[in-house]
């Protein structure tokens, strides 16, 4: 059998990266990928455990989260992400990644076209039908946490030797992923612990405001960092820039609006539009949410106070709050008539200007007391109108070029389900 050439200390080193990352989403991406190098996968999908309501009863289900395949990537246009199906499986004997997470044990299959008649589970093969790539070799690994939480599964696919050959996972394979899979459970709960901390500010924000919610800030920070990385390889950032930019990025974009903690339940509860002076009133949330982020301590604080800020800022100077003061609210720069000017272009940050996008479109495409969802084609005509005035208008071509992505995150955080 082939050998692979194994780095030990790229695995250690891989170890320490992994604690670094702050959101699960980002972290669940760079798990799946990192498995994969660590044996040499050409494919692979992780899955998350879920609980869900079905008929009156509660039931665990994997739900996928990200898939990456190189041999379908490599045919893509470059900057472009592979789009895949978002789907959920039992927990149970039936399927391979189900079996894994009911057993939480390690299943290694030299070839899924002949698994044997007495497994438990079977491999269907409609997926491979449908994308036209033949699955092989597959290695589902469970990521348990100490106390023995099943977290989730990693399913890498097709193991290939330095020629390109697709070979079977060998035992090698079993010990280094079963490391590996162990680390990437200890960061993943940390980052679940993160995420825990943010949406708990989230819902002291929703029990103010019931459009606050957890699936919504999910929503527009996954639109924000897929708008981010289009933007990044437009402008030649490097990869490891970028990475610890989105990471960054998308905790504190979910908080764009946790000002509104200080807004009046007469306001923010009322069940129609604000009038002329209501709506004064709560454009302060901006200043409010910056000003929790006063003192920085780290490049999260700082993100999280320019988007607060300055989300509602408008590429033609006419959004809100302008030129202030992020603490105190004392107007900066002012007009003839002493009120603040509003920023205009890239006098907004880079940050307040994707997540304004993000949380228009999210907002659009949302139920509201005074408002059903948008359809999809008149949200879009909306974005495209609104370029140039509301939005900057290379980040509304860049959503337009990432649409699928759009759209696949929506399938990820439907409104109904609680996150």
């Known amino acids: 059998m082939e050998e692979k050439n194994v780095d030990f200390r790229s695995i250690i080193r891989l170890d320490l990266e ?21 044996v040499h996968a050409d494919a692979g999908s992780i899955y998350v455990k879920e609980k869900i309501q079905d008929q009156g009863k509660e039931i665990e289900r994997l739900v ?28 149970n004997e039936k399927t391979i990644s189900g079996y894994c997470a009911l057993t939480k044990t390690l299943v290694n299959i030299p070839d899924a076209y002949t698994i044997p008649k007495d497994a438990p589970y079977s491999f269907g093969i409609s997926y491979d039908k449908i994308s036209g790539y033949k699955t092989t070799s597959v290695l589902a690994i469970p990521l348990v946490t100490a106390d023995g939480n099943l977290l989730g599964v990693i399913q890498v696919i097709n193991s290939k030797d330095k020629d390109g050959n ?4 060998s035992a090698e394979d079993e ?80 908080l764009h609006d ?64 302008g030129w202030v003061d992020p603490v105190t609210g004392t107007p900066l720069k002012t007009d003839a008539k002493g009120k603040p000017l509003g920023r205009r272009g890239e006098e907004i940050p880079l940050t307040g200007r994707i997540v304004a996008l993000a949380d228009v479109f999210d907002a659009l495409c949302s139920k509201r007391v005074y408002k059903e969802p948008w359809p999809p ?17 290379e980040l509304v071509d860049i959503f337009f070029e990432i649409l699928p992505n759009i759209k696949q995150i929506q399938s990820l955080y439907p409104e109904n389900v609680q996150v």
């Open 64 to 91: 996928i989260k990200y898939a990456q395949n190189d041999t379908t990537q490599k045919e893509l246009p470059p900057g472009q992400k592979m789009i895949y199906s978002v789907f959920s499986v039992p927990v």
């Open 166 to 169: 697709t070979i079977p996972f």
């Open 175 to 254: 010990f280094l992923i079963t490391h590996f899979a162990a680390n990437a459970t200890v960061a993943l709960q940390k980052a679940y612990m993160t995420r825990a901390m943010i949406l708990r500010m989230i819902r002291m924000a929703e029990l103010r405001d019931p459009k606050e919610t957890g699936t919504h800030v999910n929503r527009v920070a996954g639109y924000a960092v897929e708008i981010y990385d289009r933007w990044a390889f437009h402008h030649g950032i490097s990869d490891d820039e970028r990475e610890k930019f989105r990471d960054v990025f998308k905790v504190a974009a979910m």
């Open 18 to 38: 992994l604690n670094q990352i702050q959101d699960v989403d980002l972290l669940l991406e760079r798990i799946l990928l990192e498995a994969r190098k660590v």
């Open 258 to 321: 946790v000002g509104k903690v200080a807004i009046s339940d007469v306001i923010l509860k009322k069940p129609g539009r604000l009038t002329p002076e209501e709506y004064l009133v709560m454009q302060h949330h901006s200043v409010y949410g910056a000003g929790l982020f006063d003192d920085p301590q780290s490049s999260m604080d700082t993100f999280s106070c320019d988007i607060a800020l300055t989300h509602h800022e408008n590429w033609d100077g006419s959004g809100y709050p």
């Open 377 to 393: 084609e008149r949200a879009f005509a909306e974005i495209r109108r609104l370029s140039g005035t509301k939005f900057d208008p």
